[in-house]
């Protein structure tokens, strides 16, 4: 029997604030075919945040639903809010033979390894760890008692690193998505 070819699920982890949306937004500018999965949250919109394309915000108890009935391939709670990843749209894309790409945390990427273990994870790490505290308070978009619950996940986050298939340092946007690319096999 000829190996099945399926194609590559790509997962994007990394701390909070490390740059995870900046380098896939810029990532979609460049080659807006690269499908990103929306995962769906109970976090509360940010300014500018719009349901159906960061997130799909919903309730915890439409959250509930969405476990119970089998539709999230991955979920886990992140600093008090629960994200996950609808299951049938990935399935579909990976069916269609395009890439997907995933931007979730540490849990989830453990999750997707276990149950697709062709997945690729990548580990997008800060350049230091003030640099890391640097942009994620200087993105203004979280309070104090939040930036230190992210930052507390960041060590736990940081030092699993090796479990990742590939790291890459987010000194610059442009070099990071372009390699993101060239794992992906997008370019
Ligand atoms: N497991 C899992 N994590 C997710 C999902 N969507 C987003 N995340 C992660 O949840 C964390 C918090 O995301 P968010 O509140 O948007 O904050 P940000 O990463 O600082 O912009 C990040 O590590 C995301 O990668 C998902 O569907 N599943
Ligand atoms: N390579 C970089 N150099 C400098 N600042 C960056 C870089 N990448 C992202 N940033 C900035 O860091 C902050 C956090 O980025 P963001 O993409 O929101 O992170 P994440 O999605 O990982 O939480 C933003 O203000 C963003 O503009």
Redesign the pocket.
């Known amino acids: 029997m000829a190996a099945e070819v399926r194609p590559r699920l790509t997962v994007l982890s ?12 810029h990532m979609r500018k460049v080659h807006p075919e690269v499908w990103l999965s929306v995962s769906a949250t109970t976090r509360k919109p940010r300014p500018g945040e719009r349901h159906g394309v960061q997130y799909f915000f919903v309730s915890d108890e439409e959250f509930d639903k969405l476990v119970a009935n089998g539709e999230l391939l991955e979920w886990a709670e992140f600093a008090g809010n629960r994200y996950g990843t609808p299951r049938q749209a990935v399935l579909d894309r990976l069916a269609a033979g395009e890439p997907v790409l995933l ?1 979730i945390d540490l849990q989830g990427a453990r999750q997707v390894k276990e149950s697709m273990p062709e997945s690729r994870l990548v580990f ?1 790490a800060p ?1 230091s760890w003030d ?1 890391l505290v ?3 308070t ?4 979280e309070s104090a008692e939040v930036i230190e619950r ?1 930052l507390e996940a960041a060590k736990v986050e940081l030092a699993a690193e090796s479990e990742f298939d590939t790291t890459l340092v ?4 442009e070099d ?1 998505a372009r390699e993101l690319l060239a794992l992906m096999s997008v370019a």
């Open positions: 990394g701390p909070s604030g490390v740059g995870k949306s900046t380098v896939v937004a931007e997008l350049p640099e640097r942009r994620l200087g993105r203004g978009t992210r987010n000194t610059s946007v990071v």
